[in-house]
C-alpha cells in the first residue's frame, strides 16, 4: 500500500519580511504561522509523519505547542529551500519507499484548507508522478525586459504555483538532487521534477493559500483564518 509523508522547508530566515523573528514563528490569529500549518498537516488522516526542516540552533521550535506532536520529527535545513527539503527527505529514508508519496509545504503558507490538501491527495493517488496545487492567474501578464514590455503572455497557459506539492518520494529525491548537482536553484518541487522530463499535473487550489512573504500578507491571512 501506498504510504504518504510530509516534507515542511522551515529553515528560512524571512528577509523580505523584515522582522527580529523569521516568518515561520509569527503570530497570526494567536498562534505562530507555524503552528497553523503544521496543525492542518497532522489533520491529514493518511500522512504518517510530518518532518520539519528548521535553522541550526532554532530558537523558537521548542517553543511551539505542537512541537511535541507524535507525528511530527525535526531535521536540520539547508542554504536554500531545496536543500531543506532534500534534507527532510533524507530524513525519510529509512521508512519511505520510492513509490511512497511526500507532500511538501510551505511553512509559510498557515491558511491551506483540509479540502484542497485532500483534493490534491485523491485526484493524484493513482498517478505514477505526481502534482501540485495551483492557480489560474487572473492578471494580464507582461514580459519585462530593462523596464519594457516584451510581450504579453497567454494568460490562459499562465498558472501560479501554489504548495503542498505531492510527488512519488523516489523520484523526488532523485529529480531533487539532481538539480541541486548542477547548481541550479529550483524554487520549487515541480520544477525539478520537470527538469528531470515528467510533467506534472495542476490541481486548482485556492486563492487564500498565500504564502507569507511581506508584512501586510499577515494582515491578509489573519483576515483569512478569522473567516472561517
Ligand atoms: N526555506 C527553507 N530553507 C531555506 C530557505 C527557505 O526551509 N534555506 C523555507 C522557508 O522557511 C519557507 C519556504 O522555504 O517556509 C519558502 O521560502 P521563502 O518564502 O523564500 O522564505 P524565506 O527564505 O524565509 O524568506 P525570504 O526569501 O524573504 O528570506
Ligand atoms: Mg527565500
Not at 486548482?204 to 499577515?218: Q, W, Y
Request: proline share 6%; hydrophobic share 40%; charged share 25%.
Amino acid at each position: 500500500m501506498t504510504r504518504y509523508f510530509a516534507v515542511v522547508p522551515a529553515a528560512g530566515s524571512g528577509t523580505r519580511m523584515g522582522k527580529n523573528m523569521p516568518k515561520q514563528y509569527l503570530p497570526v490569529v494567536g498562534k505562530p504561522v507555524l503552528q497553523h500549518v503544521l496543525e492542518s498537516l497532522v489533520r491529514i488522516k493518511c500522512v504518517e509523519r510530518v518532518v520539519v526542516a528548521l535553522a541550526p540552533a532554532d530558537p523558537y521550535w521548542h517553543k511551539l505547542e505542537i512541537s511535541g506532536h507524535p507525528k511530527i520529527a525535526t531535521t536540520i535545513g539547508g542554504r536554500e529551500r531545496a536543500d531543506s527539503v532534500l534534507n527532510g527527505l533524507q530524513a525519510l529514508k529509512a521508512v519511505a519507499h520510492e513509490q511512497d508519496f511526500v507532500l511538501v509545504h510551505d511553512a509559510a503558507r498557515p491558511c491551506l484548507r483540509l479540502e484542497d490538501a485532500l483534493r490534491l491527495i485523491t485526484t493524484l493517488a493513482e498517478d505514477p508522478v505526481g502534482g501540485i496545487l495551483a492557480l489560474p492567474s487572473v492578471d494580464t501578464l507582461k514580459e519585462v525586459e530593462q523596464s519594457e514590455i516584451a510581450c504579453t503572455l497567454d494568460r490562459r497557459k499562465i498558472w501560479r504555483a501554489l504548495t503542498p506539492q505531492l510527488f512519488r518520494y523516489g523520484l523526488l529525491l532523485e529529480a531533487l538532487n539532481a538539480a541541486c548537482q548542477a547548481g541550479l536553484q529550483v524554487t520549487d518541487e515541480s520544477q525539478a521534477v520537470e527538469r528531470a522530463g515528467y510533467k506534472p499535473k495542476i490541481i486548482e487550489g485556492s486563492p487564500d493559500n498565500l504564502k507569507i512573504t511581506r508584512p501586510e500578507d499577515l494582515d491578509l491571512a489573519e483576515f483569512y483564518l478569522q473567516r472561517r
